[in-house]
T-cell receptor, first 109, second 116 residues
Framework: RKEVEQDPGPFNVPEGATVAFNCTYSNSASQSFFWYRQDCRKEPKLLMSVYSSGNEDGRFTAQLNRASQYISLLIRDSKLSDSATYLCVVNTGNTPLVFGKGTRLSVIA | DTGVSQDPRHKITKRGQNVTFRCDPISEHNRLYWYRQTLGQGPEFLTYFQNEAQLEKSRLLSDRFSAERPKGSFSTLEIQRTEQGDSAMYLC??????????????FGPGTRLLVL
């Protein structure tokens, strides 16, 4: 089983839609969780950290379910500029980041 | 620009040649990481430094790969006797390296290597 698993997509959604991405992780000792965004041929950039209580940043909401070892990202009112690959990232605390393969999102006008 | 920088941005080489990449982290960051990313995959960890000390190496880092951070500032990643399978984007990241485990890693633009 992969350490971090994501649906690769692509998710093709119209502007204004709400879209949700899910991610599961295998290491129950994982301590911190992130969503990174990566544009085509660019470096990953931190979108948001994911906290146990869930957190929101504008149109983006992240949730963590430790019991199910599951992380989610919800994007509301999608914009064309949201088109990118979204990487689910996990850290067990003793090793560097473990990335999923990413979920590709295309927002269509 | 005070972000992470990498040089060169692109490198084309012939199989069997040696290549060296450089990474300059954000100036106050103590930790420096190297990752490799191939098409359709997320970045995969290669190695990391806390100041000048290399603390961890991935099994992906074969004996043809070597990394250094001699003064705890910039780092180099060398690949000897390159193979076509080494073609990838090599990403460098840095972080503050304090006791905060949820510290953020900031990535450089990457060096895209193509081995012919």
């Amino acid at each position: 089983r992969k350490e971090v698993e994501q649906d690769p997509g692509p998710f093709n959604v119209p502007e204004g839609a709400t879209v949700a991405f899910n991610c599961t992780y295998s290491n129950s000792a994982s301590q911190s969780f992130f969503w990174y965004r990566q544009d085509c041929r660019k470096e990953p950039k931190l979108l948001m950290s994911v906290y146990s209580s869930g957190n929101e940043d504008g149109r983006f909401t992240a949730q963590l379910n430790r019991a199910s070892q599951y992380i989610s990202l919800l994007i509301r009112d999608s914009k064309l500029s949201d088109s990118a690959t979204y990487l689910c990232v996990v850290n067990t605390g003793n090793t560097p980041l473990v990335f999923g393969k990413g979920t590709r999102l295309s927002v269509i006008a | 620009d005070t972000g992470v920088s990498q040089d060169p941005r692109h490198k084309i080489t012939k199989r069997g040649q040696n290549v060296t990449f450089r990474c300059d982290p954000i100036s106050e960051h103590n930790r420096l990481y190297w990752y490799r990313q191939t098409l359709g995959q997320g970045p995969e960890f290669l190695t990391y430094f806390q100041n000048e000390a290399q603390l961890e190496k991935s099994r992906l880092l074969s004996d043809r790969f070597s990394a250094e951070r001699p003064k705890g500032s910039f780092s180099t990643l060398e690949i000897q006797r390159t193979e076509q399978g080494d073609s990838a984007m090599y990403l460098c990241a840095s972080s503050l390296g304090g006791s905060e485990r949820q510290e953020t890693q900031y990535f450089g633009p990457g060096t895209r290597l193509l081995v012919l």
